[in-house]
């Protein structure tokens, strides 16, 4: 699949993500009918479904050749392989979409040899499109008439300095119990703690309710970090590039793994800046003490 125009994958997503759009905003979710995958709070609408759908039909129309993995699809066992495929969610942010917060996304990614190559994630609420392709940097768009603009949004990105000046983007996930959920509860109050209580005094933690626009936020340098442990191939592999397009990078979400697979599970995604992204991996990683996520089963 050398002769795969990237290029032409991205604008193809583009025209996709925007019919995607159209779709989400002319749905109304009080009227969908929903219905839950794991729980109460991991939930499935007839939307998601139904944007899958179309998604798989365009893009498999424009190119055949190009596999296709998504979240609505997904068989369990399934895993990202080295052939060129698509990584899709239809709906990231599917609660935020049932309560009506404008604060959902299709993601649409594009995987080369299990590394993310193409990005795409549109909001289609604050017309807000996120695009990347590997080695042509990250670009932000609001609004159909407005120039893209470069990621990251600020000219000269500060430097990371310590959790103590971060503003940390976390979620709590659709699992909310079990050794992983007490891993992140305890991460989160060590990472809110002060500091004479031996926690970090993070300036705040926000979470979006979308792994995509997290990630995104942080491409774009308004979140410092993003600590993640659940999400799925779909909910990172457009994130993923457009972060590393903006100058940022992704570890694992446990300590020690700098190069976590794209269907790991367990990530942390760190801003682009001029110093201290190792520095404040590892302080992070020290923060989490014994404490690991495991959703290898």
Sequence with gaps: MTDLNLEQVRDTMVAVAHEAGRMILAANPADIPS???????????????AIEKMV???????????????????????????EPTFVVDPIDGTTNFVHGFPNACISL????????????????WQDLLYTAVKGQGAFVKRGGGSEPRRLPLAATPRPLTS??????????????????FD???ETFRRLGASKETGGAMVQSMRSLGSAALNLAAVAAGELDLYWEGGCWA??????????????????SGNPGDWEPEVDGRVYLAVRGAPSGQTEIVEEFWKLMGDGRMDYSS
């Design 183 to 185: 891993v992140k509860v």
């Design 56 to 82: 798989a039909m365009k893009l498999s129309a424009a190119f055949p050749s190009v596999a296709f993995m998504g979240e609505e699809t997904y068989k369990p066992g399934m895993k990202l392989g080295p």
């Design 109 to 124: 990614g594009l995987s080369i040899d299990r590394t993310p190559s193409v990005g795409v994630i549109y909001n289609p």
């Design 234 to 251: 779909w909910d990172v592999c457009a994130g993923w590039c457009i972060l590393r397009e903006a100058g940022g990078r992704v570890v």
């Design 35 to 49: 219905g839950t995958k794991l729980n109460a709070v991991d939930i499935v609408t007839e939307a998601d479904q």
């Design 163 to 180: 959790l103590g000046e971060a503003l940390v983007g976390v979620e709590w996930g659709s699992v909310r119990d079990g050794p992983n």
